[in-house]
């Protein structure tokens, strides 16, 4: 049983596919979803719909057009940016429920401006050398449930 709720974070997605994954896991965990800044997708797309399946109604959604917009609302609130630009890798943090996890577009990944202003809070998934990186929907399910685990 679940018992801690996360925040996921996507900036810029480009893949329906991986954000309809990532919202049916949302769902699935009782996480929210914060979509952030121009999609690369209408939210209409049946490809996003197909892969959310029949979860849509049991996910919260909210739009944002900055990362600082969803900041200011959130002050208080620890974030997470992973990235394959950082040292410290996810299993070595302990994460807190309502943390924010924030990842970036499929193909560009979050900005290094971002990075580079958040260096201690920007994490990594461990992968072998010469590779670029994981599928977005399978690096949320990692980091998303570490932090589960981590709560009980």
């Known amino acids: 049983m679940i018992k801690s709720k996360f925040n996921i974070v996507l900036i810029e ?14 769902a699935c965990t009782g996480s929210d979803l914060f979509l952030v800044g121009k999609l690369g997708f209408s939210l209409t797309e049946k490809h996003l719909k197909r892969a959310g399946l029949d979860y849509w109604n ?14 200011v609302k959130f002050p208080n609130s620890k974030f997470y940016y ?5 040292k410290n890798l996810y299993t070595k943090k302990y994460f807190n429920p309502e943390d924010f996890f924030v990842f970036g ?13 958040n260096k201690d809070d920007s994490i990594t998934i461990p992968m072998i050398e010469g590779q670029r990186s994981l599928n977005l929907a399978n690096s949320v399910a990692i980091v998303l449930y570490e932090a589960i685990r981590q709560n009980g």
């Open 58 to 71: 049991s996910v919260k959604i909210y739009k944002y057009d900055c990362l600082a917009d969803l900041k």
């Open 82 to 86: 992973l990235t394959t630009k950082s």
């Open 105 to 117: 577009p499929e193909t560009r990944g979050i900005p290094e401006s971002i990075l580079n202003e």
């Open 13 to 26: 997605p480009e893949i329906p596919q991986n954000t309809g994954n990532i919202a049916r896991l949302c």
